[in-house]
């Protein structure tokens, strides 16, 4: 009897475990068919045509996104003129971003600040990631970078289009590429001036694709969001309040 009852037991909680993973994976299906996927709904990753976006529920491992990286690969930016981080004016029909914080003080704290950069740990680690981890910083380097909003992963592929690296000065500005729901550049620097060390942000941007245009509002709290968040990781990185 009591043998019975423990397969029921056993065969009842499998029956229930299927049934949540079953609707879990159908609402998965249901919301890429409502985004327009064009792909099998059974296999990961998704479309890999070139203007198609890579979303999931969960963080998919680190292999999954390489061919969404390799993808990619030879596409052009998505938005023109490039290098406008590198201008002082604002750029005309993009949203114009900056930040310019003081992190530290000193030669040590400003070496730990450029490796912060190298290690891609500008990102904050709570809800960014960058695939691959290991991706050297060089113009022409492709990554992904995955941001979980509204409980989705959103794969958004950038490359690297230049590098800064003079003395007192560290750091590179990325470009969109097709695959990624809004246009822009975005650069990432760290200085050193008169002994302190300031770590700065400067960003054009503009929403590419439908849904990045019908949450504009949301997109910008979440551009504002990525900066505070960035900055503060970066002082954590250097031991400062």
């Given at each position: 009897?009591?043998?019975?009852?423990?397969?029921?037991c056993?065969?009842?909680?499998?029956?229930?475990?299927?049934?949540?993973?079953?609707?879990?994976?159908?609402?998965e299906?249901t919301f890429?068919?409502?985004l327009?996927?064009?792909?099998?709904?059974?296999?990961?990753?998704?479309?890999?045509?070139?203007n198609?976006?890579h979303?999931?529920?969960?963080?998919?491992?680190k292999?999954?996104?390489?061919?969404?990286?390799?993808s990619?690969?030879?596409l052009?930016?998505?938005?023109?003129?490039l290098?406008?981080?590198?201008?002082?004016?604002?750029?005309?029909?993009?949203?114009?971003?900056?930040?310019?914080?003081?992190?530290?003080?000193?030669?040590?704290?400003f070496?730990?600040?450029c490796?912060?950069?190298?290690?891609?740990?500008?990102?904050?680690?709570?809800?960014?990631?960058?695939f691959?981890?290991n991706?050297?910083?060089?113009?022409?380097?492709?990554?992904?970078?995955?941001?979980?909003?509204?409980g989705?992963?959103?794969?958004?592929?950038?490359?690297?289009?230049?590098?800064?690296?003079?003395?007192?000065?560290?750091?590179?500005?990325?470009?969109t590429?097709?695959?990624?729901?809004?246009?822009?550049?975005?650069?990432?620097?760290?200085?050193?001036?008169?002994?302190?060390?300031?770590?700065?942000?400067k960003?054009?941007?503009?929403?590419?694709?439908?849904?990045a245009?019908?949450?504009?509002?949301?997109?910008?709290?979440?551009?504002s969001?990525?900066?505070r968040?960035?900055?503060?990781?970066m002082?954590?990185?250097?031991?400062?309040p």
């Open positions: 009897m009591f043998q019975r009852r423990s397969k029921r056993l065969f009842l909680f499998f029956k229930g475990k299927c049934r949540r993973q079953f609707f879990a994976f159908h609402f299906v890429k068919r409502w327009g996927y064009q792909e099998p709904i059974f296999r990961f990753p998704v479309s890999l045509q070139k198609s976006m979303l999931s529920l969960r963080l998919p491992a292999t999954a996104w390489q061919p969404h990286i390799s990619q690969n030879h052009p930016f998505s938005y023109e003129p290098h406008t981080t590198q201008q002082n004016q604002a750029i005309p029909d993009f949203d114009n971003d900056f930040l310019r914080v003081k992190i530290g003080e000193g030669e040590t704290d070496h730990q600040a490796e912060a950069i190298r290690r891609w740990q500008m990102f904050p680690a709570a809800w960014t990631k960058i691959p981890e991706a050297p910083i060089e113009a022409g380097t492709t990554v992904a970078m995955c941001a979980r909003f509204l989705i992963w959103w794969g958004l592929p950038c490359r690297i289009l230049y590098v800064v690296n003079e003395p007192g000065r560290f750091g590179f500005a990325y470009g590429l097709p695959g990624h729901v809004e246009q822009g550049e975005e650069l990432f620097l760290v200085e050193l001036e008169n002994g302190e060390v300031f770590y700065q942000i960003a054009i941007s503009r929403p590419r694709h439908w849904l245009k019908l949450g504009y509002p949301l997109m910008r709290l979440l551009q969001k990525f900066r968040d960035s900055a503060k990781d002082k954590i990185k250097l031991n400062r």
